[in-house]
């Protein structure tokens, strides 16, 4: 069956004003939505098109030469925004609870010091690609990745991550990259990015 773009579960003007809607669905429709369709044209035929997006890019070497490239680019494209538009909602912010707080404050010493790595390794990303924060199977850490590489084909799973292609944040913010990734924890849904560590430490 074909990927497709998710549905998201809260409207456009949700996350302003920290992210405006313009912004969401131009982001959402047209740049998530081409990600599908080139993903979709590259494995067509293929016995990948039927795998997990997440099985895909953790084996990119056993996709044939002439498709790697675009399913790594458009592949990781799908993915990440799926876990974008997931782990952002109204009313976000805040501070984390459970098991995610735990683990965050054993790693990092405290939500404060996991931003400030988060933000820092976004700003310092040069050109475009996505700060992330990941689980190894032990532990958490952040990591800066370019374009649309996922942490999957990694071997680490992402927990949180944050786009900083300027189609997440131009029309708003320009060329004020730090001003975005500090807004942005105002629309993270920690209940969901604590769901995505549950999930990954029980697998
Ligand atoms: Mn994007």
Do not use: C
């Amino acid at each position: 069956m074909p990927y497709s773009v998710p549905d998201l579960s809260y409207s456009f003007d949700a996350l302003e004003p920290h992210i405006d809607a313009k912004t969401m669905e131009i982001h959402h429709d047209k740049h998530h939505g081409a990600y599908v369709d080139k993903l979709n044209a590259a494995l067509e035929g293929t016995q990948w098109m039927d795998q997990p997006i997440e099985e895909v890019l953790a084996n990119l070497d056993a996709i044939p030469d002439d498709k790697r490239a675009a399913v790594r680019n458009n592949g990781g494209g799908h993915a990440n925004h799926t876990l974008f538009w997931e782990i952002m909602g109204p009313g976000g912010g805040g501070d984390p609870s459970g098991e995610l707080s735990s683990a965050i404050d054993d790693t990092f010493g405290g939500l404060d010091e996991l931003k400030q790595q988060i933000s820092d390794a976004g700003v310092n990303r040069f050109g475009s690609g996505w700060s992330w924060l990941v689980w190894d199977g032990s532990a958490l850490s952040v990591m800066s990745l370019p374009n649309q590489d996922s942490p999957l084909s990694e071997g680490r799973t992402p927990i949180l991550g944050v786009d900083v292609w300027e189609h997440a944040y131009y029309l708003t913010y320009q060329n004020r990259r730090p001003d975005y990734l500090a807004a942005w924890w105002n629309v993270v849904n920690w209940s969901a990015v604590g769901e995505k560590l549950d999930a990954t430490r029980a697998g």
